[in-house]
C-alpha cells in the first residue's frame, strides 16, 4: 500500500517557525515529484511549495522566503521548514506525490493542522 503521513503540526505564535514532515512507502520515493499543500476555511487548497527528483522547487508567492521545501531520499521523508509564520499561514497542510512515469499516479497524506496565534 502507498501510505503518506505528515506530522509536525500544531498551535504557534505569530513570527514562530514549525517543521513539517511527510513520512512515504510504498513508492519509490526518490523518482517522484512530491509536493506540500494547504487548505484554510472557506479557501481552495493551494500549492505551498514543490519540489522535483532533481531537487528542484518552487513557491507560491505568499511564503517564498519564509518557507523551504526539502527532501531525504535515504528516509523517504519531504519536510517543509516554515519560518516567520503569519496568521494567515494558519491551515491544513497535505503532502503530495506524483509520478514520475504518469502524472495521474498520485498520492495524499491526511493532513496535519497549523494554527498560528497572534
Known amino acids: 500500500q502507498v501510505q503518506l503521513v505528515e506530522s509536525g503540526g500544531g498551535l504557534v505564535q505569530a513570527g514562530g517557525s514549525l517543521r513539517l514532515s511527510c513520512a512515504t512507502s510504498?513508492?519509490?520515493?526518490?523518482?517522484?515529484?512530491m509536493g506540500w499543500y494547504r487548505r484554510a476555511p472557506g479557501n481552495e487548497r493551494e500549492l505551498v511549495a514543490g519540489?522535483?527528483?532533481?531537487?528542484?522547487?518552487n513557491y507560491a508567492d505568499s511564503v517564498k522566503g519564509r518557507f523551504t521545501i526539502s527532501r531525504d531520499n535515504a528516509k523517504n521523508t519531504v519536510y517543509l521548514q516554515m519560518n516567520s509564520l503569519k496568521l494567515e499561514d494558519t491551515a491544513v497542510y497535505s503532502c503530495n506525490a506524483e509520478s514520475p512515469v504518469n502524472r495521474l499516479y498520485n498520492y495524499w497524506g491526511q493532513g496535519t493542522q497549523v494554527t498560528v496565534s497572534s
Open positions: 519540489i522535483d527528483s532533481g531537487g528542484k522547487t
Open positions: 510504498g513508492i519509490y520515493f526518490k523518482e517522484y515529484a
